[in-house]
Nanobody, 125 residues
Framework: QVQLVESGGGSVQAGGSLRLSCAASGVPYSSVRMGWFRQAPGKEREGVAG????????NYADSVKGRFTISQDNAKNTVYLQMNSLKPEDTAMYYC??????????????????WGQGTQVTVSS
């Protein structure tokens, strides 16, 4: 049974920081790519950051480059998203997802096969 459980969301003022965590278990892929996505009301889900479990190679959406950092602790099967210099436009539900490394691409949420329930991030001005 696959489980992705996010935590760490909350409310923060602009310029503040939050760290999201995603505890993963049961992911069936032999080579995994993990991603963080977000979805604001009335908007499409968008990829924020991705990481390959094997190589720790990362990539980011242009809107968060230099502010967000994705990392992992493979011993704990946990992926993190450190979010600094938060802006009101970062307000969204944030989701963790897992996909096959050979198929999952950050700009295509539909290529990730497993999703968490999400954690809300609200940034006030």
């Amino acid at each position: 049974q696959v489980q992705l459980v996010e935590s760490g969301g909350g409310s923060v003022q602009a310029g503040g920081s939050l760290r999201l965590s995603c505890a993963a278990s049961g992911v069936p892929y032999s080579s995994v790519r993990m991603g963080w996505f977000r979805q604001a009301p009335g908007k499409e889900r968008e990829g924020v950051a991705g990481i390959y479990r094997a190589s720790a190679s990362t990539n980011y959406a242009d809107s968060v480059k230099g502010r967000f950092t994705i990392s992992q602790d493979n011993a704990k099967n946990t992926v993190y998203l450190q979010m600094n210099s938060l802006k009101p436009e970062d307000t969204a539900m944030y989701y963790c997802a897992a996909g096959s490394a050979g198929r999952a691409v950050l700009h295509r949420p539909d290529t990730f096969g497993f999703w968490g329930q999400g954690t809300q991030v609200t940034v006030s001005s």
